[in-house]
């Protein structure tokens, strides 16, 4: 993003608010859907709001400078608030991709509609690729993104607990080893979802 700023601090000024209220919409998702499953915590802790400046995590806004990859506070439950923890908690986790999946769409119908041209579409164009990102990134089944608990609710309960166990021991190394760039490359992550990333907004910006 640093590098952004200096060749191009326009179009930075535009794209960087756009990636902390897609953090923050993700986050609120969270939070939204765990309202709604019947669990106040994010509602008594001030989370259920679309205010950035309850959902941004400073390191992790200074992570997305650095180095692109950055994160929001967790959005805060109780499962035992929850009729059926697992499934719901599964629920809960799904929702902010979800939220990236529908602002990506959401833009990509603005330029339609809209069709503005210029630095805006660029940006635009850039912030629904943001989006369509970080929805298949947190969709990995790796602890502790968000696709971890999904996959955990959908195994039968004896793999689930195994694969429980093995994301604790071994989760944080393996996230670590995904997103660390190799040989001045791309991180493995970026790999990993790129073709599905641009299958998708093939298609978005195609209808």
Same mark, same amino acid.
């Given at each position: 993003?640093?590098?952004?700023? $200096?060749?191009? @601090?326009?179009?930075?000024?535009?794209? /960087?608010?756009?990636?902390?209220?897609?953090?923050?919409?993700?986050? !609120? +998702?969270?939070?939204?859907? +765990?309202?709604?499953?019947?669990?106040?915590?994010?509602?008594?802790?001030?989370? *259920? %709001?679309?205010?950035?400046?309850?959902?941004?995590? @400073?390191?992790?806004?200074?992570?997305?400078?650095?180095?692109? /990859?950055?994160? &929001?506070?967790?959005? @805060? !439950?109780?499962?035992?608030?929850?009729?059926?923890?697992?499934?719901?908690?599964?629920?809960?986790?799904?929702?902010?991709?979800?939220?990236?999946?529908?602002?990506? &769409?959401?833009?990509?119908?603005?330029?339609?509609?809209?069709?503005?041209? &210029?630095?805006? %579409?660029?940006?635009?164009?850039?912030?629904?690729?943001?989006?369509? !990102?970080?929805?298949?990134?947190?969709?990995?089944?790796?602890?502790?993104?968000?696709? $971890?608990?999904?996959?955990?609710?959908?195994?039968?309960?004896?793999?689930?607990?195994? !694969?429980?166990?093995?994301?604790?021991? /071994?989760?944080?190394?393996?996230?670590? *080893?995904?997103?660390?760039? /190799?040989?001045?490359? =791309?991180?493995?992550?970026? =790999?990993?979802?790129?073709?599905?990333?641009?299958?998708?907004? &093939?298609?978005?910006?195609?209808?």
């Amino acid at each position: 993003m640093l590098t952004l700023f $200096s060749a191009h @601090p326009l179009l930075f000024l535009i794209i /960087f608010p756009g990636i902390l209220m897609t953090i923050a919409i993700h986050e !609120y +998702a969270h939070c939204l859907a +765990a309202d709604l499953l019947g669990d106040p915590t994010p509602r008594v802790k001030g989370r *259920l %709001t679309l205010d950035p400046r309850v959902h941004l995590d @400073p390191l992790g806004v200074l992570a997305i400078l650095l180095t692109r /990859f950055g994160w &929001g506070k967790p959005a @805060p !439950y109780d499962p035992f608030n929850l009729k059926n923890p697992v499934m719901d908690t599964a629920l809960i986790a799904a929702a902010g991709a979800l939220s990236n999946f529908l602002v990506a &769409g959401l833009l990509a119908a603005a330029l339609k509609v809209f069709p503005i041209g &210029g630095l805006w %579409t660029i940006a635009l164009v850039q912030l629904a690729a943001i989006n369509v !990102y970080l929805a298949l990134f947190n969709l990995i089944p790796v602890k502790p993104l968000d696709g $971890s608990k999904v996959l955990f609710a959908i195994l039968p309960k004896d793999m689930a607990f195994e !694969y429980e166990k093995i994301m604790d021991r /071994f989760g944080t190394m393996i996230l670590i *080893l995904l997103i660390i760039p /190799f040989a001045g490359g =791309q991180a493995p992550v970026v =790999q990993l979802i790129s073709p599905i990333a641009n299958l998708f907004l &093939g298609l978005l910006f195609s209808l």
